[in-house]
């Protein structure tokens, strides 16, 4: 039975490389269920599961050439569907952590008087003006806005590793910065 499932997973899969969107369709047909019900499982909501699980038979349309049946494309589709998930999770719980902070500092900034506010966004912006120009601008870009640093690797043309760096980088001079102004 498991040979002739993967014998049949090889065939679809030969068909996707020759561009059949039949056989995308069956693919859809024979996992969808199965991949709705991990992301669902993960997620806890059914349109994000949705969305993913549709977002993976996109990519895995246009990827359709790389792809490997290793062990079978229902194991593929099953992990990248809980990877993807697991992804979506951290990106949500990153999210609200920085709202979170974003709301404490509203709430607390809020019954500052106007005198102390200037004052403390003249020392934050001066802390600022001290950050190196590419750690700057990775800086602004997560913190002011809201880009993930995945997105700011992109944008810049850097690998993910310098935009941490950049950031590390950044928040250590904002610390020293703000605590020596205290």
């Known amino acids: ?3 002739e499932k993967l014998h049949n997973e090889a065939e679809i899969l030969q068909r996707l490389r020759k561009g059949e969107e039949s056989a995308l ?13 991990e992301a669902y499982y993960l997620l806890r909501d059914m349109a994000e599961a949705e969305d993913i699980v549709q977002e993976i038979f996109i990519r895995f349309w246009n990827l359709k050439e790389k792809v490997e049946l ?3 494309l229902q194991a593929y589709l099953i992990r990248a ?3 993807e998930s697991i992804i979506k999770i951290k990106k949500d719980k990153t999210r609200d952590k920085k709202q979170h902070g974003y709301s404490y500092f509203v709430e607390s900034s809020t019954h500052m008087k106007p005198f102390e506010s200037a004052e403390l966004a003249k020392e934050l912006q001066n802390a600022i003006d001290h950050i190196p120009p590419a750690a700057r601008k990775s800086f602004i870009k997560l913190y002011l806005e809201d880009k993930s640093q995945k997105t700011i690797a ?9 935009v941490k760096n950049n950031i590390s980088k950044a928040l250590k001079i904002l610390r020293e910065k703000l605590h020596a102004a205290k």
Do not use: C, F, G, W
């Open 25 to 37: 369709r069956e693919l859809v047909d024979m996992y969808r269920p199965q991949m709705l019900m």
């Open 1 to 3: 039975m498991k040979e």
């Open 81 to 83: 569907t809980r990877n």
């Open 70 to 72: 290793k062990p079978s």
């Open 154 to 162: 992109a944008e810049q043309n850097i690998s993910l590793q310098v």
